[in-house]
């Protein structure tokens, strides 16, 4: 009797790999993108224009995604100054390269939760008037940039990640839904973790499009040392077979690709050895072959600032050429 249960589930897990990951249309060209974060250029010490222009004249990408940060959009209450991703979206059109715009409270990029030092002395609700206003500002302003392909609503909201990172609720992102889809017909994207995340319940939320992290190896600050993730491929392709069976998702993205580095300290103290064991150009080779086996439609990669450092700081191109030639394929 219990040969014929064992036999049983594992027929029906093998079935449920089957199906799901049928029902996901892999894609077999990754489109390739690069994330581009004006901050992060600046905390490197670089002229961010110089950097960006480079970015694009050389590595050449086809598309971007880039981030509305509050606290550099909203210095001061009802004050917005958009000037920076002006720019940014203007030279991304001169060149047709099509661009993820984030915006809300949540985005990527370490501390996770952007917002202005004003927002600090708000009461909850005022907090939540207050990011409603500033998402409004922020589509109504770039809703005329043929630039932007989609936008994305907040980053990986149900999961909680970063300091002092104040919990969105259901509704209050539903109200950024709803407003953005009020005031434009591009597609809505929202993210979860590719490796911790369910993916259901931010998908449920109300995606157009499904954005997915892929990182392959991580500093684990409880455990003190790194760790693989030995995340089959198959696995994501299930994960996004039931978000299209059930939910109705079709595109799926891998919205953060690992290529840099995931620092235990910072890029400054980490001795220059180090930061190569962790990524070069045969690590970020494997990778993208990696998220070709999952197959999502959009694959972009986290880390061209840090290829540019290592290019013009360290004078070691091996991960800028790396990717020149896999944004080329």
């Known amino acids: 009797m219990k040969k014929k249960i064992l036999l049983i589930v594992i027929l029906f897990l ?19 993108g690069l994330n581009f974060s004006i901050t992060h250029a600046q905390y490197l010490g670089y002229d961010w224009k110089k950097m960006y ?4 004249d050389d590595l050449r990408p086809k598309r971007l995604r880039v981030m509305a940060l509050w606290e550099t959009i909203e210095p001061e209450p009802g004050q917005f100054q958009f000037n920076d991703l002006d720019y940014v979206l203007r030279e991304a059109e001169k060149r047709n390269i099509k661009a ?10 370490w501390p996770e939760c952007h917002h202005p030092g004003w927002y600090e002395r708000l009461t909850d609700y005022q907090q939540d008037e207050a990011q409603i206003a500033m998402v409004r500002q922020t589509i109504e302003h ?3 940039s043929a ?8 980053n990986e909201p149900f999961f909680q990640f970063g300091p002092e990172c104040r919990k969105i609720s259901k509704d209050l992102l539903a109200r950024e839904i709803g407003l953005i889809k ?36 991580v500093y684990h600050a409880e455990r003190k040392k790194y760790v693989q993730y030995f995340i089959p491929p198959v696995l994501y392709r299930i994960k996004a077979g039931m978000l299209k069976y059930f939910l109705g998702v079709d595109k799926v993205i891998g919205v953060e690709l690992q290529a840099e ?33 999952v197959g999502f439609a959009e694959n972009y990669f986290w880390g061209v600032e840090w290829w540019y450092y290592a290019k013009h700081i360290k004078g070691d191109d091996e991960l800028w050429q790396a990717a020149k030639r896999i944004l080329s394929e």
Do not use: C
Not at 100 to 109: A, E, Y
Not at 147 to 154: R, T
Not at 194 to 214: C, N, R, V, Y
């Open 100 to 109: 993820i715009m984030t915006v809300g409270h949540k985005q990527p990029g």
């Open 142 to 144: 770039f809703r005329n």
């Open 14 to 32: 093998v079935f449920t790999v089957l199906f799901f990951d049928w029902q996901f249309d892999a894609s077999p060209d990754p489109g390739w």
């Open 53 to 56: 222009e480079e970015t694009l």
């Open 147 to 154: 630039a932007i392909s989609a936008w994305q609503v907040e």
């Open 182 to 217: 009020s005031l434009d017909t591009r597609p809505v994207v929202l993210t979860d973790s590719g490796e911790k995340g369910w993916w259901f319940p931010t998908a449920w939320a109300g995606a157009d499009i499904f954005g997915s992290t892929m990182y392959r190896k």
């Open 261 to 293: 580095p995931w620092f235990e300290a910072d890029v400054f103290s980490t001795p220059w050895e180090k930061q190569k064991e962790l990524m070069n150009g045969e690590i970020l080779k494997d990778y993208a072959d990696y998220a070709r086996r």
